[in-house]
């Protein structure tokens, strides 16, 4: 909170700085002429170091003192618009290019590796690596050229953090229960759905995510989506098996088991839950399960 430094001044308290940081610096859409006024005031104020008050009876100017401004943006393009030269002056630029395909491949097989390599993985798991981390790149490339952000999408935004969620969630599966690699692409196909088609808006976005994997699956893999998964929803957790992270392979067994939990908090809580288990809520209770199991649950 900024501090009164004298009547026409406001700083941080004494001996320190005020950091603001602004993400997303450019979507404000531009006005018919160009201008964004929300990068406007900024603007101001890395011109002019202050603001006018908006009080009726005082229009003061007040000088902002000890603040340092950080942004970030992304490139122009799918919603996001190009910044004023007059804004850009101010700051010191700098740009992250995106990694190399090799360098990728490099951070990922070693990833997934590690993941398979762990207690009750077999032999042929080790041996699926490579494969496992081309499709799951591929459908991240797919992804972020296809499904690109628009104001009405704005969360549309996909990083490489998506890319090791993937991998971090077939890590929560029980080694032991899945047999061969047809059951791995499943469990990858899930994580695949959880990650990046959970974030999609409309059911013609889904659809394309959908198609995109039998894609990269067909041309990685040479399977079918429909082989490899034979019905939906795909769904895996851990309140089904006793813990163990697998497939939920019959919603009626979901069913059972969610409404043997909701029992045995009724019968422990005060303030008893009468809800009505149906496949929808057996799905969303699947995807928080899936959440909660990871670490810090995300």
Excluded at 93 to 121: Q, Y
Aim: charged letters at 25%; glycine letters at 6%; proline letters at 7%.
């Amino acid at each position: 909170k900024l501090k009164a430094k004298k009547k026409s001044a406001l700083g941080a308290p004494p001996g320190k700085s005020v950091v603001i940081f602004v993400d997303d610096l450019n979507m404000p859409d531009p006005e018919e002429y160009g201008a964004q006024p929300p990068l406007e005031l900024l603007r101001q104020w890395m011109d002019h170091r202050g603001w006018y008050e908006r009080k009726p009876d005082n229009i003061d100017f007040k000088e902002i003192q000890d603040i340092m401004l950080y942004a970030a943006m992304l490139p122009p393009g799918g919603g996001r618009a190009s910044i004023s030269p007059r804004l850009a002056r101010h700051f010191n630029l700098v740009t992250l290019p995106p990694f190399e395909s090799a360098t990728m491949k490099l951070i990922f097989n070693t990833l997934l590796r590690h993941v398979l390599t762990g207690p009750g993985w077999a032999p042929w798991a080790q041996a699926c690596v490579k494969s496992f981390v081309k499709a799951t790149l591929a459908v991240f490339e797919a992804i972020c050229g296809g499904l690109l952000p628009t104001p009405a999408k704005s969360h549309y935004t996909f990083n490489l953090r998506d890319v090791a969620k993937v991998f971090q969630g077939i890590s929560l599966a029980t080694a032991e229960l899945v047999a061969d690699e047809v059951e791995l692409q499943r469990l990858w196909a899930h994580e695949c759905l959880r990650t990046f088609a959970d974030r999609l808006s409309v059911d013609e976005d889904r659809q394309w995510f959908r198609d995109t994997l039998q894609t990269v699956m067909k041309t990685i893999w040479k399977q079918d989506y429909s082989t490899v998964v034979p019905f939906e929803p795909l769904l895996y957790a851990d309140f089904v098996s006793g813990g163990n992270y697998t497939e939920i392979a019959d919603t009626y067994n979901g069913k059972l088991a969610l409404e043997r939990h909701l029992h045995d908090y009724n019968r422990l809580q005060p303030k008893k839950m009468d809800l009505v288990v149906f496949d929808y809520v057996i799905e969303h209770v699947a995807r928080l399960a899936r959440i909660l199991r990871q670490p810090r649950g995300s």
